[in-house]
């Protein structure tokens, strides 16, 4: 089993950056694809990017894509994900989530059922 807990949230104006970090527990981490999604009131839950277990290959949002960049630190069960150039419209509550079922990159990364563990999640506000 794998438990997921994030931090680094917070209010942050447009154009500025802030770093996610999502430490993960349970022997599997290291070798599970791990994903961000986030969700904004009244929306669904949207795939940010995910990754394989070495971090190598990622797979990452068109909306987020030259903005934000995912990584693992498997030696201190920890994924981060970069956001640079931050919008409003990056205002989300940010979740990590795991797959403990597959070990690169998911097929069907974009799909919430894909994951089996899900953090409680981090808020982010961009202001204009």
């Known amino acids: 089993q794998v438990q997921l807990v994030e931090s680094g949230g917070g209010l942050v104006q447009a154009g500025g950056s802030l770093r996610l970090s999502c430490v993960a527990s349970?022997?599997?981490?290291?070798?599970?694809?791990m994903g961000w999604f986030r969700q904004a009131p009244g929306k669904e839950r949207e795939f940010v990017a995910a990754m394989g277990w070495s971090g190598s290959r990622t797979s990452v949002s068109d909306s987020v894509k030259g903005r934000f960049t995912a990584s693992r630190d498997n030696a201190k069960n920890t994924v981060y994900l970069q956001m640079n150039s931050l919008k409003p419209e990056d205002t989300a509550v940010y979740y990590c989530?795991?797959?403990?079922?597959?070990?690169?990159?998911?097929?069907?990364?974009?799909?919430?059922?894909?994951?089996?563990?899900w953090g409680q999640g981090t808020q982010v506000t961009v202001s204009s």
């Open positions: 349970g022997r599997t981490f290291s070798r599970s694809a």
């Open positions: 989530a795991a797959d403990e079922e597959e070990t690169i990159v998911p097929i069907m990364p974009a799909r919430v059922a894909t994951y089996d563990y």
